[in-house]
């Protein structure tokens, strides 16, 4: 019988710098699981329906996030929020579209 109150045991690794996520992801590779929020991930553990030996929360990488201008517009960090996006003055002021697409 399957006890599926318990998640299997997997490895969780929690790097703060791009460039060692990336060396653990390549370690990992299709047995390694990226999480950067993942409520739905969390659940799919549980009911054994992704079982990664390797859990890579690439949530604390600074340089996943914010919103930064660039020469050519502005540029998105991968963990930035749909909040983040709707509230930034620079989006707001300039790419007025994307701040009400955020919002809903």
């Known amino acids: 019988m399957i006890v599926k109150d318990m998640m299997p045991a ?26 950067a929020g993942g409520n739905d991930s969390l659940s799919w553990f549980k009911e054994r329906i992704k079982r990664p030996k390797a859990v890579i929360d690439i949530s604390g990488i600074a340089e996943l996030k914010g919103i930064r201008e660039t020469p050519d517009g502005i540029e998105l960090g991968a963990l930035t929020t749909l909040t983040e996006i709707e509230r930034s003055p620079v989006i707001r002021a300039n790419y007025r579209v994307l701040a009400d697409a955020a919002r809903h």
């Open 10 to 35: 997997f490895e969780l690794y929690q790097p703060t710098q791009l460039a060692d996520a990336l060396t653990l992801l390549d370690r990992h590779r299709a047995d390694g699981w990226k999480l």
